[in-house]
């Protein structure tokens, strides 16, 4: 849920919880305004009646009034007089045939020297209509003023939080091999300000540190790489040499060995480094059929040593978008590691399915972990030649490009690629 539809619930919630109440409570304190009002001219009509009666004699006698009614009951000695009483009640009304709420109030008077009990009944309709109309009013007013201030606090809110929206969008759009500066947009509230103020630096600190990672990986390249050829150059002056016993000339190999070891894993490191930083050329579509033949024609001595059968069964339309260097890379270490982990005389498929590509080899089952098969320096066996770092560099590609990589063992070992579309 969004932070602005939440203020919002809250905020009706709060807002109708309280007119609600408010609503209720008006209505009950109006009715009994009008109540007592009613109260009130009833009691003023009953002087006037008490007045009329002295004057006019009889109660029949007594002008007509559509919205009053008054009855008289004589009372005689032995009936007790009734205590005044003001009550709520219902008449059927002949004319309009259904029943109209009244409001009575029943006294004992004398008159003529006579007791009577007087019940006055003063009509309710009008009353009852008049709050109606005005509870229907205010229930309009009130919800015309919750849309209203829904509707204002939902633009004021909006507006307010299109600051955070932007910085969001940008921090989401934000690529550090992008030179570009980033700027966020200024606000006057200052939460907003803040956390703009807290971005900025971050960024700012990040692209230094970029740039001083990238520069490492550069230099590193350069100034470890120089040394360990001119080591390499010894060696091999060394090796040529006639005057090494057999010892020091298997001491000299050792150490030529373990310098091209050091070589290679320097240039496999400092390759892991530019892919993980997006150092590399940009991205076109990619002819995968001819990135693997390429690949199967320049490891042919290997695939020949161990007398493997190549099967590929990539179309020559199956492209992806993304780098030809890393493809090269990809596939070179996929197909590396087919061949090392094969069997003499075995075999490699290339299959492909949609937006997938399959490598399965032969070669004997292991307990390979699919979770740590693409750690760095994870080796299934303790070849010399391997470094570790095959299937590092193409899980690496794959996390850049959000490519899906799988391993399982079916009679074979199989690697399989499913590309983004």
């Not at 109260?39 to 009329?52: A, C, P, V, W």
């Not at 029949?60 to 000695?77: G, Q, S, Y």
């Not at 120089?226 to 000299?252: C, F, M, R, T, W």
Request: glycine share 2%.
């Amino acid at each position: 849920m969004k932070l602005l539809t939440k203020t919002t619930l809250n905020f009706l919630s709060v807002t109708l919880f309280i007119f609600l109440f408010g609503i209720v409570a008006f209505y009950f304190l109006l009715r009994e305004q009008v109540d007592q009002n009613i109260n009130f001219e009833l009691e003023k009509r009953k002087q006037s009646i008490l007045t009329e009666l002295n004057a006019v004699g009889p109660a029949t006698n007594l002008p007509p009034n559509p919205n009053e009614r008054v009855v008289i009951h004589m009372l005689t000695d032995d009936e007790k007089s009734p205590d005044i009483v003001y009550a709520d009640t219902l008449i059927f009304d002949h004319a309009q045939k259904k029943y109209i709420p009244f409001r009575k109030l029943g006294f004992t008077a004398t008159y003529n020297k006579q007791k009577a009990y007087i019940q006055i009944f003063k009509s309710l309709e009008e009353s009852d209509l008049l709050i109606i109309r005005i509870f229907l009013i205010l229930t309009l007013l009130v919800i015309v003023l919750i849309l209203s201030l829904l509707l204002m606090n939902r633009i004021t809110l909006k507006q307010s939080w299109k600051i955070f929206y932007d910085t969001i969008k940008k921090i989401g759009h934000y690529d550090v091999n992008n030179h570009e500066q980033f700027v966020l947009q200024s606000s006057d509230i200052k939460e907003f300000e803040d956390l703009n103020r807290v971005i900025q630096t971050m960024t700012n600190r990040i692209n230094a540190d970029y740039i001083n990672l990238k520069e490492y990986t550069e230099n590193a390249s350069h100034e470890i790489q120089n040394p360990l050829a001119i080591i390499n150059s010894k060696l091999e002056l060394l090796l040529q040499s006639s005057d090494l016993g057999e010892h020091n000339y298997k001491a000299v190999v050792d150490a030529y060995e373990a310098s091209n070891r050091l070589s290679r894993l320097n240039k496999t490191l400092i390759l892991l480094a530019k892919i993980e930083n997006r150092q590399f050329p940009e991205s076109r579509d990619v002819n995968l059929k001819e990135i693997i033949n390429n690949q199967f024609e320049l490891l042919e001595d290997l695939l020949d040593s161990k007398k493997i059968r190549i099967e590929n069964n990539i179309q020559t339309n199956f492209t992806v978008n993304m780098s030809p260097y890393l493809a090269e890379i990809l596939f070179m270490n996929l197909i590396k590691n087919a061949i090392r982990h094969n069997i003499k005389s075995g075999q490699i498929i290339i299959q492909q399915s949609e937006n997938t590509i399959k490598i399965s080899n032969t070669g004997p089952e292991s307990n390979l972990s699919s979770e740590d098969l693409f750690k760095r320096f994870h080796k299934s066996s303790e070849s010399s030649e391997s470094l570790g770092l095959g299937l590092s560099i193409v899980n690496k590609i794959c996390e850049v490009y959000q490519f899906e990589i799988g391993y399982n063992y079916e009679q074979m070992h199989n690697f399989t690629i499913k590309f983004k579309q």
